[in-house]
């Protein structure tokens, strides 16, 4: 059984962290691209952040770079995290931890929310200004 849990969202001012956390259960970690998504109502899921351990590359949309960073570790357990610093409320969304087995070398492959097999239950992230 494949679980995602994720954790950490609530409710902040603008110009506060926060730090999400996904707990990954029941697929081979190394074998999948790791990425952080959000939704807010009416829009398109966007690709936040994503990581890949087979290859080791990160990448971030234009709208979080240098804000948020993207960890994971599979050394005691698997796990994604998200830290958010400098949050503005244009962030607010729920935030969904998902997994892509990774069919392609093509980076961008992975930065389309189409590409996901797995999404956790997200978690929401306000931030008010």
């Known amino acids: 059984d494949v679980q995602l849990q994720a954790s950490g969202g609530g409710l902040v001012q603008a110009g506060g962290s926060l730090r999400l956390s996904c707990a990954v259960s029941g697929i081979t970690f190394d074998d999948y691209a790791m990425s952080w998504i959000r939704q807010v109502p009416g829009k398109e899921r966007e690709v936040v952040s994503c990581t890949s351990k087979s290859d080791g590359s990160t990448y971030y949309a234009d709208s979080v770079k240098g804000r948020f960073t993207i960890s994971s570790d599979s050394n005691t357990e698997n796990e994604v995290f998200l830290q958010m610093n400098s949050l503005k409320p244009e962030d607010t969304a729920v935030y969904y931890c998902?997994?892509?087995?990774?069919?392609?070398?093509?980076?961008?492959?992975?930065?389309?929310?189409?590409?996901?097999?797995?999404w956790g239950q997200g978690t929401l992230v306000t931030v008010s200004s």
């Open positions: 998902a997994a892509a087995l990774r069919r392609s070398d093509y980076s961008g492959y992975y930065y389309s929310a189409s590409a996901y097999d797995f």
